[in-house]
């Protein structure tokens, strides 16, 4: 149901799952384990995996913390896009890496729930995307310090307002790792 035309491909989208961010996360390796099932199973089915990858003063480029964790392998054909900001779109070249595979369907994984899944999620609707965000390989760390709820109910409520998200013309939702179906 994409608005965006002649987009009929769907791309696995895998955020920000850097040894930086994780540390800490909440269900860590579960997360993981999750995001590293669908990757398989996208490979499997030749569905695009691409990987996104922020850096920022705290997470330098080239950095141990900048790297993907060792759990998760990039294989050379699949694109890894390079972010400074929030939305994975913003300043990046993902919308030239999703066009040139002509794809309009994005399952979105990764972390930060809270930060770069969100506004990834909303950056892929507003451009016209349709954005399903796996439930249950997404995470974040425990903000609560600073007011946020615990990161259990953080992922919970993401969950919820995904799942129930709407715009014209377009599909976003929620599904669990194991009811991802990329055709």
């Known amino acids: 149901m994409t608005t965006l035309t002649e ?6 989208l895998v955020i920000d799952v850097q040894n ?13 384990a999750n995001i590293a099932l669908l990757v398989d199973k996208a490979r499997a089915e ?6 996104v990858q922020h ?4 997470i330098p480029t080239g950095s141990d913390g900048w790297r993907y964790v060792a759990e998760l392998t990039q294989q050379d054909p699949e694109p890894v ?7 994975s779109f913003e300043n990046t070249d993902l919308e030239a890496v999703l066009a040139e595979r002509r794809i309009g369907h994005l399952i979105v994984a990764g972390a930060q729930t809270d ?3 969100r506004s990834t999620l909303h950056g892929a609707i507003v451009r016209g995307y349709d ?9 974040t ?3 609560t310090e600073w007011g946020a709820p615990t990161p259990d109910k953080v992922i919970d409520h993401t969950n919820l307002y995904w799942q129930n998200h709407t715009a014209p013309g377009r599909h976003a939702g929620t599904v669990s790792t194991a009811s991802v179906e990329f055709g």
Do not use: F
């Open 55 to 58: 850096s920022s003063e705290n």
């Open 131 to 139: 954005a399903t965000l796996v439930s249950d390989a997404h995470t």
């Open 115 to 117: 930060e770069c899944i």
């Open 81 to 87: 896009v390079h972010k400074q900001y929030a939305d």
């Open 7 to 12: 987009r009929p491909n769907t791309a696995l």
């Open 141 to 143: 760390e425990d903000l």
């Open 46 to 51: 030749t569905v695009p995996v691409v990987w």
């Open 20 to 32: 930086a961010v994780m540390t800490g996360a909440h269900n860590r390796d579960g997360v993981i």
